[in-house]
């Protein structure tokens, strides 16, 4: 197996890792509370997806 002959330059592996971010979630606005959730999910707030209720959300 080959090795490589000369070592790599601190910029040259800083620059290879440097695509490494991270990313912010796409988040869209429910159109029954206008609060945040993630697309295709089940609102977390008001429990409405797609239209209807489909979860029960108990308030502490």
Known sequence: ???PTSR???A???K???N???ET???GQCPECKELKLP???CPSCGAY???KVLEIVEK
């Open 40 to 42: 295709h999910r089940a």
């Open 25 to 27: 979630p796409n988040l």
């Open 1 to 3: 197996m080959a090795n």
């Open 20 to 22: 490494w971010k991270g």
């Open 12 to 14: 040259r592996r800083d």
């Open 8 to 10: 790599h330059s601190r």
């Open 16 to 18: 290879r890792r440097a």
């Open 50 to 52: 797609n239209g209807t």
